[in-house]
Each structure stands twice: as C-alpha cells, then as structure tokens.
C-alpha cells in the first residue's frame, strides 16, 4: 500500500525551531518529487515547499523562503521539512504529498497531516 | 488572497451538473497544467483531475476539467451528497517558482 505518515508537529513557541518528517513507503521513493503543503485552521490550502528526486533541487513559498529547509533521505525513503523562526501565521496542518506519475505537482498521495501550533 | 480566484462557495442540487471556475494569469495558468483537489471534512486533500483534464484512477467520470486561456473549470454532473466538500484549483507558477491554490470553493449539495 502507498502511504505517507508524517509526524513531528506539536506545540512551539514563537521564534523556535521544529522538524517534520514524513515517512514513505509502498513506492519507489527515491523516483518521486515531493512536496509540503499546509493549512491554517478553517483556511485554504497553501503549498510550502517542493524538493526534486535527489534533493539537489528545491523551492520554496515566500512566506517561509530562509526559514524553511526541505530535505530527503532517500536510503531512508524519509522526507523532512526544517523549520526556523516559527511565527503564530505558520499555524497549520502541514501535510507531505506525492505527484502522480511523471508530473511534478499533481499531488495524488498525501499523508494524513500533523498539526503544527505556534503560540506563546 | 490567493493568485488563483475561485468562487467561495457553489451548491447544486442532488442530479444536477455544477461548474467551478479558477481564474489566473499568464504566469500559472496560462503557461501550465491545472489540477484539482477534493477536500472533505477533517480529511487530506485528494486529487480530481491532472493536467487540465485527466482523471487519476478511481476518479468517476462524472468529474471533468477543462482550460481556456487563463481560466479553467471544473465540471461535477450527477450531483450527489457526497460530493459536498472543498474543491481547489492549483497550477505552478512560473514568476513564483511555486505552487499556486485557489481559495477553494464550498460546494453545497441542496
């Protein structure tokens, strides 16, 4: 069964630092794009970030640009997203997600979230 | 607010055919590919359609896509409760290097 798990959200003040991670299995890992999207309580979808098959290539929103580090670990078919500076607007479910096929951005397999709260 | 406009809300009733439109600009949609997201109650979002108009496998054909220019849309025909959910419209953008969603639509099944 294909399948993402991600885990390492909680409860963080402003200011500090949390990973995630997500775990992949059921699938080639290392033939995939993937990707972070949130979203905040009771609003849209926002994409994070997008990190290539061999992780030497990555994008990133605006809004978490030189805070944000997405990674992989493909001899762990493990995912992770660095996050710096933690402000309350990153307030989310963060959700990691894998592109259909040979596309980079349809999103078809996403894990089932975990809940990252920024508050002092 | 988003790059992407969508409608915030669309309701249709039970065996009708109901559209949701995304308008974008010639950096996102009008130079890439559209997909569209289901996204029901408390779970992740799940992909309708790819590449403007393709269906992923398990997707009923009652679920179609199509694009213009700027703009594309999202048709549902045969409306049935279950389709009652948030729809989402995303495309690349080439001036963010990003992913752009749309605001989402509610679609309420009446």
């Known amino acids: 069964e294909v399948q993402l798990v991600e885990s390492g959200g909680g409860l963080v003040q402003p200011g500090g630092s949390l990973r995630l991670s997500c775990a992949a299995s059921g699938f080639t890992f290392s033939g995939y794009w993937m990707h972070w999207v949130r979203q905040a309580p009771g609003k849209g979808l926002v994409w994070v970030s997008r990190?290539?098959?061999?992780?030497?290539?990555?994008n990133y929103a605006d809004s978490v640009k030189g805070r944000f580090t997405i990674s992989r670990d493909n001899a762990r078919d493990m995912l992770y997203l660095q996050m710096n500076s933690l402000r309350a607007e990153d307030t989310a479910v963060y959700y990691c997600?894998?592109?259909?096929?040979?596309?980079?951005?349809?999103?078809?397999?996403w894990g089932q979230g975990t809940t990252v709260t920024v508050s002092s | 607010q988003s790059v992407l406009t969508q409608p915030p809300s669309a309701s249709g009733t039970p065996g009708q055919r109901v559209t949701i439109s995304c308008s974008g600009s010639?950096?996102?949609?009008?130079?890439?590919?559209v997909n569209w997201y289901q996204q029901l109650p408390g779970t992740a979002p799940k992909l309708l359609i790819y590449r403007n108009n393709q269906r992923p496998s398990g997707v009923p054909d009652r679920f179609s896509g199509s694009k213009s220019g700027t703009s594309a849309s999202l048709a549902i025909s045969g409306l049935q409760s279950e389709d009652e959910a948030d729809y989402y419209c995303?495309?690349?953008?080439?001036?963010?290097?990003?992913?752009?969603f749309g605001g989402g639509t509610k679609l309420t099944v009446l």
């Open positions: 010639s950096s996102n949609i009008g130079s890439n590919t």
């Open positions: 997600a894998r592109p259909v096929g040979d596309t980079r951005n349809a999103m078809d397999v």
């Open positions: 995303a495309a690349w953008d080439d001036r963010l290097n990003g992913v752009l």
């Open positions: 990190i290539n098959n061999d992780g030497r290539s990555t």
